[in-house]
């Protein structure tokens, strides 16, 4: 694999824990205001990004790379209203496809299509990512003000399940 290609992916894989980490800290929020709906959207989210970690090491695996694990930031965002988490994470998730898009282009310009067709997956689920963080921003801009209907976005959000990425390897 090429060099480049090979280290962007090293460092994805602490991206999507740090991701993680960043997501267990908004379910952690959403606790202590007592919105459990609001804190389960997050610990599911949290456990979707240790998936993406998953398979860009087991796919750096598969194809004979050394995965080197690096320190975990501390997530350090303050939130105050309840709107805060929801604009980071939308940010968060915009940051992330930049993320995936530069290793992308990096893995086109080494010809790496193996790469390329393993982030397509990753692509897909950007857009995926980005279309439910604006919905919560917009969600939340709508009922938001109102209690009875918070109280009601708080358990739709409840009934959010886990489960596995459709992408197996
Ligand atoms: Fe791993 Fe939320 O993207």
């Known amino acids: 694999m090429d060099k480049k290609v090979a280290e962007l992916l090293n460092d994805q894989v602490n ?4 991701s993680a980490y960043l997501y267990l800290d908004m379910a952690n929020f959403y606790a202590n205001q007592g919105l459990d709906g609001f804190a389960n959207w997050y610990e599911i989210q949290a456990k979707e990004e240790q998936d993406h ?9 598969n194809n004979d790379q050394t995965v080197t694990l690096g320190a975990i930031a501390k997530p350090d965002k ?7 988490p929801l604009k980071a994470a939308h940010a968060h998730e915009q940051y992330v496809t930049g993320l ?12 790496d299509h193996r790469t390329v067709q393993f982030l397509d997956w990753f692509v897909k689920e950007q857009g995926e990512e980005e279309v439910n963080s604006s919905g919560m921003v917009r969600k939340m801009e709508l009922f938001g003000g109102d209690a009875k209907a918070l109280y009601m976005l708080n358990s739709e959000l409840a009934g959010r399940t ?5 992408l197996k390897l």
């Open 100 to 111: 995936i898009n530069a290793i992308y282009d990096a893995a086109l310009e080494a010809k």
């Open 15 to 18: 991206k999507e824990l740090y």
């Open 162 to 166: 886990y489960s596995a990425p459709s």
């Open 53 to 61: 970690a998953m398979l860009i090491y087991k796919y750096l695996h």
């Open 78 to 84: 303050e939130y105050k209203e309840l709107m805060d």
